[in-house]
């Protein structure tokens, strides 16, 4: 048997992932094994185990490509103005990636997030979910120091509600897919939040 190229294994590697996180987001997580990964692209289950030791490795390994992709090339956010294009930004992108709101219907609304597999995961796990709230207190922060915003104003209050707002736009998108305009609801919500806000 040939042994395959550094580079073709990667290959497989993503072909893998890819699989799964189709299985994933029909079947959910816990209804998934190896072998539906498999044969959802015509490998052996032994391939497969060959890339991933068991299932919460490949789900860390697609939490971990989620977490570089979405999160990659930041935007400095010192004013309202570039929180709410930050913001609508990331929801256009979200729109316009179908692997993407894939991923984030199989977290949502499929993965069964059990004490156990939140334990198992939890570093990768508590980097995603911390993640976004710190992101939106940094940029609040800025806008504080920047002036637009008050001093009396609670930076921590203030980046849970935009994250909520987040969250419910998020989760609406995604569930109604291209029959809502998830960019436009976004940058709306935002202008509602600052306009309540604002100095």
């Known amino acids: 048997m040939v042994r395959k190229t550094k580079e073709e294994a990667e290959n497989t590697k993503r072909e893998i992932m890819k699989a799964a996180l189709d299985v994933f987001s029909q ?6 094994t190896f072998e539906d990964i498999a044969a959802r692209i015509n490998l052996t289950k032994g391939a497969v185990y060959w890339h991933f030791k068991n ?12 977490f570089d992709k979405r999160f990659q090339n930041e935007p400095v956010v010192n004013t309202f103005n570039d929180l709410r294009s930050a913001m609508v930004a990331e929801a256009e ?85 291209n029959n809502c305009n998830f960019a436009h609801i976004v940058g709306r919500s935002i202008d509602l939040v600052v306009s309540g806000i604002k100095k």
């Open 55 to 66: 299932k919460p490795d490949l789900l860390m390994e697609l939490l971990r490509e989620h």
């Open 27 to 32: 079947k959910g997580y816990s209804r998934t």
């Open 93 to 177: 992108r979200i729109q316009n990636d179908i692997e993407e709101r894939k991923f984030l219907f199989f977290a949502m609304f499929q993965m069964e997030w059990s004490e156990a597999m939140m334990n198992k995961l939890h570093e990768t796990i508590q980097g995603v979910r911390d993640f976004p709230l710190q992101r939106i207190k940094k940029a609040l922060t800025n806008i504080k120091n920047n002036g637009e915003l008050a001093d009396d104003i609670d930076v921590d209050e203030v980046a849970l509600l935009v994250l909520h707002v987040w969250k419910g736009a998020l989760s609406d998108g995604i569930v109604k897919g």
